[in-house]
């Protein structure tokens, strides 16, 4: 099977959004390190954490669409429920594997390697916000 544009496209764009949220997460860990050094650690744990953690999260978003994408060609509903489900159980175990790794290794920090996790997700609440105000605003504007 080809991955769709669309689906390339909006990966692009959720690995671009999610390293810099990630880049932003390092920031406030490195702010809070300089007050709280004894108790917020800043080395290259925080670093590998957030990279490994961003590209799980992004994996996860691809492997997403992927699904989508294949499922969007099933004829027969009960296949298409199924593949989603089967999907949606493979992703949250690579997710949870990742999340057990970056808690139990030495080599990474918790923290740092979990929160990117969330950010493809916050990303497109966002995203749905901004495009939904800016959906009203233009109504509101034809409308005078």
Known sequence: ??????VKKETVQIAVQSSIATIVMWICIFVLHRF??????FDYRV?????LGTAVAVTNFFLMGVTVQ?????????EAYQRMRLSYRNRTMLQLGWIILAVVAPCFQAV?????LLFPGGILRIRGVLEWKKGKNQKQGGEN
């Open 47 to 51: 670093i590998l954490s957030g990279l």
């Open 70 to 78: 294949g499922v969007l060609s099933v004829e027969n509903q009960e």
């Open 36 to 41: 709280l050094p004894e108790k917020v650690a």
């Open 112 to 116: 740092a390697g979990i929160v990117p």
């Open 1 to 6: 099977m080809r991955v769709q544009e669309t």
